[in-house]
């Protein structure tokens, strides 16, 4: 299994709609979470820290649920400038080694 | 801040040909990583160095070698270049939340 797992899509939505990326990890020492944005042919970008209770920026929200192990992302009224594809990355603060990345999922927003 | 600097941007290697990835970073950032992405695939860790002197390998290390004699500049050799090594190459710092904070890239093609 791998240590980060994620659906690759890609998903294809309306403009406007509501899409949201689940991603599961297996290590459970894992202490810090993240999602990046990658452009086609860009380095990603970070998109949003996810903490345990849950944070929202804007129109994305993250959650961690620990018990069991997944991480979600969500988007609301999506446009079409968040066509990109979705990283989620577990790490902890010990070890540099075991910063995680799962292989993406492709988000392509239609007009 | 410059940030993340990577050179080159480009490079067409021949088989057996050697060459240096440059990376160097302005923020101060102790922990450094080297990343390969190959099309449609996630980021695979080479080599990390948590601070000048240190370096480690990474999950795909063969074929590569690092060295950081300064906090500044982490650069990554290919000895001789297969065409296995066709990649684009992501260099990193990592803050103190643990975010990542990406180069531009650097694509590297090997003939």
């Known amino acids: 299994r791998k240590e980060v797992e994620q659906d690759p899509g890609p998903f294809n939505v309306p403009e406007g709609a509501t899409v949201a990326f689940n991603c599961t990890y297996s290590?459970?020492?894992?202490?810090?979470f993240f999602w990046y944005r990658q452009d086609c042919r860009k380095e990603p970008k970070l998109l949003m820290s996810?903490?345990?209770s849950g944070n929202e920026d804007g129109r994305f929200t993250a959650q961690l649920n620990r018990a069991s192990q997944y991480i979600s992302l969500l988007i609301r009224d999506s446009k079409l400038s968040d066509s990109a594809t979705y990283l989620c990355?577990?790490?902890?603060?010990?070890?540099?080694?075991?910063?995680?990345f799962g292989s993406g999922t492709r988000l392509s927003i239609r007009p | 801040n410059a940030g993340v600097t990577q050179t080159p941007k480009f490079r067409i290697l021949k088989i057996g040909q050697s060459m240096t990835l440059q990376c160097t970073q302005d923020?101060?950032?102790?922990?450094m990583y080297w990343y390969r992405q190959d099309p449609g695939m996630g980021l695979k860790l080479i080599y990390y160095?948590?601070?000048?002197?240190?370096?480690d390998k990474g999950e795909v290390p063969n074929g590569y070698n690092v060295s950081r004699s300064t906090t500044e500049d982490f650069p990554l050799r290919l000895e001789l270049a297969a065409p296995s090594q066709t990649s684009v190459y992501f260099c990193?710092?990592?803050?103190?939340?643990?975010?990542?904070?990406f180069g531009e890239g650097s694509r590297l093609t090997v003939l």
């Open positions: 160095s948590v601070g000048a002197g240190i370096t």
């Open positions: 996810v903490y345990s």
């Open positions: 990193a710092t990592q803050g103190n939340t643990g975010e990542l904070f």
């Open positions: 990355v577990g790490g902890s603060y010990s070890s540099a080694s075991k910063i995680i």
């Open positions: 923020m101060n950032h102790n922990y």
């Open positions: 290590n459970s020492a894992s202490q810090s």
